[in-house]
């Protein structure tokens, strides 16, 4: 209900843990989404059948930064690239496992060198808040940015005067690198 009441240029985006191409295709169609926002570890065949099945699917894959994986990472990128609209880079968190939403920021370097590497835009995330996503696109000079927890007021909802500083921000940053 929520998503068909959507008008462009606001979309629906699935955020899922699926990694089966077929799973998610329907799940998508189901919900009526036009973006998937993959943040399980999904097989490079699978992500290279979803976009056979799903061309029309703008498919956002996680880069789940950890201590010591930049060289898997970039790897990642080099054998996906063909079969992902977009990278979201997040940061991991080892007491939870969790590989998202866990308002962590990680080594800015590997985003940066991720960003370099990638033929597809690069979306940053991972602990993201309105004091910190100018210096973080400065750095790393990333497609667009996104924030989850530090966006969030103390009930855990999102804080309207926080994220329009966020944009404020993140704006401002963008403008300055050109
Ligand atoms: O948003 C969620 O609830 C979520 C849950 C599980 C995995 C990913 C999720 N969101 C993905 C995002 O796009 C977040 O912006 C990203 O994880 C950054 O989160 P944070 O570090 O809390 O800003």
Redesign the pocket.
Same mark, same amino acid.
């Given at each position: 209900m929520i998503i068909e009441g959507l008008d462009a240029p606001h979309a629906g985006v699935l955020?899922s843990y699926l990694t089966d191409a077929e799973e998610i295709s329907d799940f998508c169609r189901e919900l009526g989404v036009v973006a998937v926002?993959l943040?399980g570890d999904v097989e490079t065949g699978q992500l290279r059948r979803l976009k056979e099945i799903r061309p029309d699917l703008f498919v956002l894959k996680?880069l789940v930064v950890k201590q010591d994986n930049a060289e898997e990472l970039l790897r990642l990128v080099d054998d996906t690239h063909a079969f992902v609209d977009m990278y979201?880079t997040?940061?991991f968190d080892p007491r939870t496992g969790?590989?998202?939403?866990?308002? &962590?920021t990680h080594d800015w370097n590997v985003s940066a060198e991720l960003v370099r590497r990638s033929p597809k835009p690069l979306m940053m995330?991972?602990? &993201?808040h309105p004091e910190n996503v100018g210096d973080a696109i400065r750095a790393v000079r990333p497609a667009a940015v996104?924030?989850?927890?530090?966006l969030e007021g103390p009930d855990g909802r999102k804080d309207r005067a926080k994220v329009a500083k966020f944009v404020a921000e993140a704006r401002r940053a963008f403008d300055e690198i050109g």
């Amino acid at each position: 209900m929520i998503i068909e009441g959507l008008d462009a240029p606001h979309a629906g985006v699935l955020i899922s843990y699926l990694t089966d191409a077929e799973e998610i295709s329907d799940f998508c169609r189901e919900l009526g989404v036009v973006a998937v926002q993959l943040h399980g570890d999904v097989e490079t065949g699978q992500l290279r059948r979803l976009k056979e099945i799903r061309p029309d699917l703008f498919v956002l894959k996680s880069l789940v930064v950890k201590q010591d994986n930049a060289e898997e990472l970039l790897r990642l990128v080099d054998d996906t690239h063909a079969f992902v609209d977009m990278y979201i880079t997040d940061t991991f968190d080892p007491r939870t496992g969790a590989k998202g939403a866990t308002g &962590l920021t990680h080594d800015w370097n590997v985003s940066a060198e991720l960003v370099r590497r990638s033929p597809k835009p690069l979306m940053m995330a991972g602990g &993201l808040h309105p004091e910190n996503v100018g210096d973080a696109i400065r750095a790393v000079r990333p497609a667009a940015v996104d924030a989850h927890t530090g966006l969030e007021g103390p009930d855990g909802r999102k804080d309207r005067a926080k994220v329009a500083k966020f944009v404020a921000e993140a704006r401002r940053a963008f403008d300055e690198i050109g």
